[in-house]
């Protein structure tokens, strides 16, 4: 296994969902002899094996990278990537030499689409999001012009066919035609999105799972998680977590917000409490029918397994979703978790065996999956056994890096 050398391209390494599944991947893999590397624009941790990329280009390309969306000043928000700058990225993999390169979260500027066919190696690309076969967008909401033409783009708040959006998609057309590529999506929800797109419809596609480290993520003795997060001991614990999750409309807090009130309504009003983490305390306070302790943005895995530890239930309420870390996390450290029927995280939760998957999209039927997961003592024991079980069986790391050492192998010997 040591005699593969794979370089992970990602914008950086553990500050946020994308950049931490691809760090435990590459940490996976050297624990299994891999000799893996990652090359990223920005450096959070301190591992030695993760190198920052220092090229004044490299640093300056975020600020760039941006200027397009100013002549869109009717665009409703969210990330939109064109990847437009110019890197040198060709010229550093060509120092590393590996055998693959493995490219994840690259946008912000950190590598230019038109970089992937100056590799000359076989090329895995992880599915972190759906940039890798949109017109920019990260996820499509309601939009289905990836399927066939981008243009006219919503995101961009756009009526007009041949905007940035359809420019981006063109350029992605022309440079990945016959690239020696292998995409992976972490779900089979992804998967689909993927073979449904113009771009990638007749790329090969491999599922596998994000993995993580069940050792830390694993169930902490309830009572210390409660006493270390200053939590009451004697309530029943909802637990909702992402990053700026709270103004992210895509992390489902809007539908959140109702079924919690709802809930409050139905006589739990005295037995429950909220914990979330991700976001710090708003200024004005927010009405969701229970108490609340907002314990901020949690940078550690030991810091997150306690917050699960702590939980009785986890509410992932996406509306869209590659994959869902938290909600793999929560049940690898056996706390049920409940979801919507929908997306990536409809794979990740096994419905009334780890959790519960209520109707897409319907407030009522989330707030009711929290009581179903609450209700019963025993049920919610055989819940918890049952999640930790799926953690172990399916989200292990080494069971990740396994699968990916598979596919390498594969790759290589069909290029030889």
Not at 225 to 247: C, D, T, W, Y
Request: glycine share 6%; proline share 4%; hydrophobic share 35%.
């Amino acid at each position: 296994m040591g005699d593969i050398h794979v370089l992970h391209l990602s914008e950086s390494d553990v500050d946020n969902g994308g950049a931490r599944a691809a760090y435990r991947l590459h940490q996976g893999l050297r624990s299994i002899g891999c000799h893996s590397q990652m090359l990223v624009r920005a450096k959070f941790g301190t591992d030695p094996s993760v190198v920052r990329e220092t090229s004044l280009l490299t640093k300056i390309s975020p600020p760039l990278s941006g200027l397009p969306m100013h002549l869109y000043p009717k665009r409703p928000g969210g990330i939109f990537s064109m990847q437009w700058v110019p890197d040198v990225l060709a010229q550093r993999v060509k120092q590393f030499n590996p055998d693959i390169v493995h490219i994840h979260a690259v946008c912000n500027g950190y590598l230019q689409i038109e970089t992937l066919r100056k590799f000359h190696k076989p090329l895995v690309w992880t599915l972190h999001d759906m940039w890798p076969f949109t017109g920019g967008c990260h996820y499509n909401q309601d939009c289905d012009h990836y399927q066939k033409v981008c243009g006219a783009c919503p995101q961009l708040g756009s009526n007009h066919r041949q905007d940035f959006s359809h420019w981006t998609w063109k350029r992605k057309i022309n440079a990945w035609k016959d690239l020696d590529l292998t995409l992976v999506a972490t779900t089979s929800w992804m998967a689909e999105c993927a073979r449904s797109s113009s771009l990638f419809q007749d790329t090969r596609i491999e599922i596998i799972s994000l993995g993580l480290d069940t050792d830390i993520y694993k169930p902490h003795n309830r009572h210390f998680a409660r006493e270390v997060l200053s939590l009451p001991q004697e309530k029943h614990l909802v637990l909702f977590g992402a990053i700026n999750g709270m103004s992210d409309r895509r992390k489902g807090f809007h539908l959140l917000q109702p079924a919690l009130q709802r809930l409050s309504q139905s006589g739990w009003q005295d037995q429950i409490e909220l914990v979330i983490f991700g976001s710090s305390q708003p200024e004005q306070a927010i009405e969701l029918g229970f108490k609340t302790h907002y314990v901020g943005r949690l940078n550690d895995d030991l810091s997150l397994a306690l917050v699960y530890s702590a939980a009785d239930v986890m509410v992932v309420p996406s509306v869209q979703e590659a994959f869902g870390q938290t909600a793999s996390e929560a049940q690898s450290c056996g706390t049920p978790v409940v979801a919507f029927n929908a997306t990536g995280v409809k794979d990740v939760v096994d419905h009334q065996q780890t959790g519960y998957l209520a109707i897409q999209f319907e407030e009522e039927d989330l707030a009711k999956g929290i009581v179903w997961a609450l209700e019963n003592q025993e049920r919610h024991r055989q819940l918890r056994c049952h999640a930790r079980e799926k953690g172990l069986r399916d989200f292990s790391s080494r069971t990740q890096a396994n699968h990916y050492m598979s596919l390498y192998t594969n790759l290589i010997e069909e290029r030889k």
